[in-house]
């Protein structure tokens, strides 16, 4: 089991900057992905990053390159998505995920933290 923990979200003015953390634990997590995830009302949930803990791979979708960064503290077992020159469009619930490397699916999931941004 991984038990995962999001923190950081709230209000933001539009162009501004906010960082979400995500706390893991429960298992040895080096052979994990960490992923973030946004569910914005009446959409469905799209995939935002992800990072392996070991190694420098890390993925982002086309809305967020650019503007967000994804990164992990190894020694903390957190997970980061720094947030820059964010949109209205960016209002979600951010969700942090974790899989296994070998699986496709994402097995393990946070409460969600609400990112607001008004413009």
């Known amino acids: 089991q991984v038990q995962l923990v999001e923190s950081g979200g709230g209000m933001v003015q539009a162009g501004g900057s906010l960082r979400l953390s995500c706390a893991a634990s429960?298992?040895?997590?080096?052979?994990?992905?960490m992923g973030w995830f946004r569910q914005a009302p009446g959409k469905e949930r799209e995939f935002v990053a992800e990072?392996?803990?070991?190694?420098?791979?890390?993925y982002y979708a086309d809305s967020v390159k650019g503007r967000f960064t994804i990164s992990r503290d190894n020694a903390k077992n957190t997970v980061y998505l720094q947030m820059n020159a964010v949109t209205p469009e960016d209002t979600a619930v951010y969700y942090c995920?974790?899989?296994?490397?070998?699986?496709?699916?994402?097995?393990?999931w946070g409460q969600g933290t609400q990112v607001t941004v008004s413009a």
């Open positions: 995920a974790a899989r296994s490397v070998s699986n496709i699916k994402y097995d393990y």
């Open positions: 990072i392996r803990w070991s190694g420098v791979y890390s």
């Open positions: 429960g298992r040895t997590l080096s052979s994990y992905v």
